[in-house]
T-cell receptor, first 114, second 115 residues
Framework: AQKITQTQPGMFVQEKEAVTLDCTYDTSDQSYGLFWYKQPSSGEMIFLIYQGSYDEQNATEGRYSLNFQKARKSANLVISASQLGDSAMYFCAMRETGANNLFFGTGTRLTVIP | GAVVSQHPSWVICKSGTSVKIECRSLDFQATTMFWYRQFPKQSLMLMATSNEGSKATYEQGVEKDKFLINHASLTLSTLTVTSAHPEDSSFYIC???????????FGPGTRLTVT
């Protein structure tokens, strides 16, 4: 079974609007971490935000927030006030207990329309 | 500044030759580094875990004799693609985990094209 599922291959958003990128995960671990990365066309992986499984509050980092719904096993990324520079691939990833490597979803390509 | 560097950033080689990719941890010592591969329009897939001073751990389906990993020091891991074929053309990215919850640093990646 896929550990990370991103069901939106592509998303469009108007500049200055908010957008939600979906991510669901599958794990039997009680302790795990969820990550979102941005990958522009240059290929580098840019860390955006992290949510720990025991964190009670949703993580926020500037314009990025993570809508963490543990019972549903979802960790959606919300980008507020979209900018043209937000156009990129976005990957959701998970790290399970005792591991340092990440399992990645298939990604969502976000295009911000001026 | 960059925490992890990779060299080269891109390389073109002929089929049958070998290519070495370096991954350096710049800010801290890393006993473990990870090598990922990303085919065009696809996600990152873990290839192997590089362990300093011991053999690398390869993921299922990854040929250890083809993708040689050497973690010679606490700041350097190398991935050598031996007898490269066009199907090995891909984007190779290393990462370093510091053990903290959100400290997973990625290198800028190496784009390999085998002709």
């Amino acid at each position: 079974a896929q550990k990370i599922t991103q069901t939106q291959p592509g998303m469009f958003v108007q500049e200055k609007e908010a957008v939600t990128l979906d991510c669901t995960y599958d794990t039997s671990d009680q302790s795990y971490g969820l990550f979102w990365y941005k990958q522009p066309s240059s290929g580098e992986m840019i860390f955006l935000i992290y949510q720990g499984s025991y964190d009670e509050q949703n993580a926020t980092e500037g314009r990025y927030s993570l809508n963490f719904q543990k019972a549903r096993k979802s960790a959606n990324l919300v980008i507020s006030a979209s900018q043209l520079g937000d156009s990129a691939m976005y990957f959701c990833a998970m790290r399970e207990t005792g591991a340092n490597n990440l399992f990645f979803g298939t990604g969502t390509r976000l295009t911000v329309i001026p | 500044g960059a925490v992890v560097s990779q060299h080269p950033s891109w390389v073109i080689c002929k089929s049958g030759t070998s290519v070495k990719i370096e991954c350096r941890s710049l800010d801290f010592q890393a006993t473990t580094m990870f090598w990922y591969r990303q085919f065009p329009k696809q996600s990152l897939m873990l290839m192997a875990t590089s362990n300093e001073g011991s053999k690398a751990t390869y993921e299922q389906g990854v040929e250890k004799d083809k993708f040689l990993i050497n973690h010679a020091s606490l700041t350097l891991s190398t991935l050598t693609v031996t007898s490269a074929h066009p199907e090995d053309s891909s984007f190779y990215i290393c990462s370093v985990g510091r053990g903290g919850r959100n400290e997973q640093y990625f290198g800028p990646g190496t784009r390999l094209t085998v002709t």
